[in-house]
């Protein structure tokens, strides 16, 4: 069904039991259909609710609707003016018939582990609007990801929006990833946003992602950078409190020590950009 309101759009969840999945850009969603994985009794088509989209700068936050493109947070002037660490890792998601159907709800509604957009949700400080039958809600991405593909949705809610907090000239920020091929995976990926006039650290937000079932802020390496002037030893201190930070699982591809690794060749690579930048 093709519901045109929030209200019915979670009315008509209800009325299925619960046996019913909400479809947007269907990235996900249909191949796991198509491979079995799921297979709902309803699916319940939230394209076509005008109050999912829009993207609008209100008192200091920037609000993207939950079917915002992947498309348009790499070129959306919005976008790229309050949220640049969003524009910054835009290009490295998939490929562009994915990144021209995805939805920003979708990917962080999914909150796959790999995934970029969950991770700079993180990194940003961002807040996601929920809706239910008893109403509305907003969760800071620090509470939002709790484990592999959990989140604090609820069954039957709904992601209406992502609230993030807009970036203004005192704040730097940088995204990385490294994979095996363009569009592939990430093997790790970060994202960094520094709040850092005449770059001294007030604040520091970090987020890995391909390094654990959710999304990962290295708070330990936030805390070895704030307060100092960003230089070479505030990077290094940065580099070695990510064994704090992050526990990677060991694969059979990419071996948890080579992961930790990467994750520190990764972060002093952002960090150096930011330093030398202007």
Do not use: K
């Amino acid at each position: 069904m093709r519901p045109t309101t929030v209200a019915e759009a979670l009315a008509a969840f209800a009325e299925a039991g619960g046996d019913a999945s909400y479809i947007a850009g269907g990235q996900s969603l249909v191949p796991a259909l198509a491979l079995r994985l799921q297979a709902p009794e309803r699916l319940i088509d939230i394209a076509h609710i005008p109050d999912l989209r829009g993207i609008d700068l209100r008192d200091g936050w920037l609000r993207l609707g939950a079917l915002t493109r992947h498309a348009e947070a790499h070129d959306h002037p919005l976008i790229a003016a309050h949220a640049p660490l969003l524009a910054l890792a835009a290009p490295h998601v998939a490929h562009p018939a994915i990144r021209n159907r995805g939805t920003l709800g979708g990917s962080v509604a999914l909150a796959d582990p790999a995934s970029e957009f969950p991770a700079m949700m993180l990194a940003m400080g961002a807040e996601m609007e929920i809706a239910g039958l008893q109403g509305t809600r907003r969760v800071p991405a620090d509470e939002f990801f709790q484990d592999l593909y959990q989140t604090a949705l609820e069954p039957g809610e709904l992601l209406v929006a992502l609230h993030v907090p807009a970036a203004g000239p005192q704040h730097r920020c940088a995204f990385d990833e490294i994979a095996r091929r363009r569009g592939d995976y990430a093997l790790v990926g970060c994202g960094v946003m520094l709040t850092a006039p005449a770059r001294e650290v007030e604040s520091a937000r970090i987020a890995f992602f391909s390094v654990g079932p959710t999304p990962i802020r290295a708070l330990a390496a936030e805390a070895a950078l704030t307060g100092r002037r960003l230089d070479g030893e505030a990077i290094r201190l940065a580099q070695a409190a990510l064994s704090q930070d992050l526990d990677p699982p060991d694969d059979e591809q990419v071996p948890a020590a080579m992961r930790l690794h990467l994750a520190r060749v990764l972060i002093g690579r952002l960090l150096g950009r930011i330093a030398e930048g202007p």
